[in-house]
């Protein structure tokens, strides 16, 4: 008999490796996770076969869309491309999951055709659910809690640029959300010092914040930017509106005391960098001088979605 492949295997085992959230990995797995990423980024376009999981030319990676997308969409595409599998983009308009078939009959279709599924969803539930019900892989890529994905590449950003993240400091200012839930998952198991900036009413979610009690993290959380930033290493925002979000007015004048601009850089440290996950939004929670400055490191970032997510792939296909 032939040996199946680790993905062959995937499929038919009780649980496939899920990349939910960095919260559910450990924090030695993660360690592998980037650094395969920045080996992945040495690599280039043609990934080597050592760095590649077994079988992934018959590889199909789906990816669903509830949101647009731009840099999740191409990256997770282009990604499969050069692991030398194949990728198929959805909109979930186009499934019968969009006029109500059930999410776990989808997740059971799916993984009888493809190897991995990886899905922008509305609401995490959708994720779980799917994750849950798939005998393949799920990829969590980005809903209203988290946004792991965006996270790993930027840890490698940070590395890339400043060397290892353990012991350092991080800053973020502004709105309490998806992506900075996934910076606190990633301060608990790559062990660096996050100081979180936002007004009272756009805290994260309890929810995370019980889970970094509980893991004993090193997180403050405060309403004062000045403060949290610094002597950071590294200052980090995201658009005051978030896709699915309402009360945009509401929220644009509760967040204007917490605009990152030249003033507030200065106050990190003298070689910190600049990331925000884009799409921004100039003049508002960044200004154009910060986004467009010697600091700032997004293209980076957006890059990096792409030989993170390569990693990431990897690692769920079994390598
Ligand atoms: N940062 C990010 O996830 O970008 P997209 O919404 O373009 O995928
Ligand atoms: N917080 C943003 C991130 C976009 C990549 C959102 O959820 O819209």
């Known amino acids: 008999m032939l040996e ?3 993905i062959l295997k995937n499929k038919s085992q009780q649980s496939p490796r899920h990349f939910l959230d960095i919260a559910d990995l450990d924090s030695a797995t993660l360690r592998k996770i980037i650094d395969n990423a920045h080996a992945m980024k040495r690599a280039g376009k043609r990934v080597p076969a050592k760095l590649r999981p077994a079988g992934v ?4 990676l789906v990816l669903i869309f509830e949101k647009p997308s731009t840099r999740t969409r191409v990256s997770f595409d282009i990604a499969m491309r050069q692991l030398g599998g194949g990728a198929l983009t959805l909109n979930h308009t186009d499934l019968q999951l969009g006029r109500g078939e059930s999410v776990a009959d989808t997740a059971r279709v799916l993984s009888r055709y493809a190897d991995g599924i990886m899905i922008r969803a509305n609401k995490h539930a959708t994720l779980l659910d799917l994750a849950q019900n798939a005998t393949i892989p799920v990829i969590n890529g980005l809903t209203e809690k988290s946004h792991p994905c965006q996270i790993m590449a930027d840890i490698q950003t940070f590395e890339e640029h400043l060397g290892p993240i353990e012991g350092r400091t991080v800053a973020w200012v502004g709105d309490g959300n998806n992506v900075a839930v996934s ?6 198991r790559f062990g660096f010092k996050l100081r979180l900036a936002c007004p009272k009413e756009l ?13 004993k993290g ?3 959380l405060s309403t004062d930017p000045v403060a949290a930033v610094k002597g950071a290493d590294c200052v980090v925002t995201d658009t005051w509106v978030s896709m699915g979000q309402s009360g945009a007015d509401a929220r644009k004048k509760m967040l204007a005391p917490y605009a990152v601009d030249a003033d507030l850089m200065k106050k990190a440290a003298k070689n910190a960098i600049f990331m925000h996950c ?9 200004s154009e001088e910060v ?8 293209f980076d ?3 990096n979605r792409l030989h993170a997510q390569k990693a990431i792939i990897a690692w769920c296909l079994g390598a």
């Open 4 to 6: 199946k492949s680790p």
């Open 57 to 60: 030319e018959d590889a199909v």
């Open 183 to 188: 910076w606190m998952h990633a301060a608990v």
């Open 203 to 215: 805290y994260p979610e309890k929810e995370a914040l019980d889970w970094v009690k509980r893991e």
């Open 218 to 220: 090193n997180i403050e």
């Open 278 to 286: 884009l799409p921004a939004y100039r003049g508002h929670e960044v």
């Open 291 to 298: 986004l467009e400055g010697p600091q700032s490191v997004v």
């Open 301 to 303: 970032e957006a890059e």
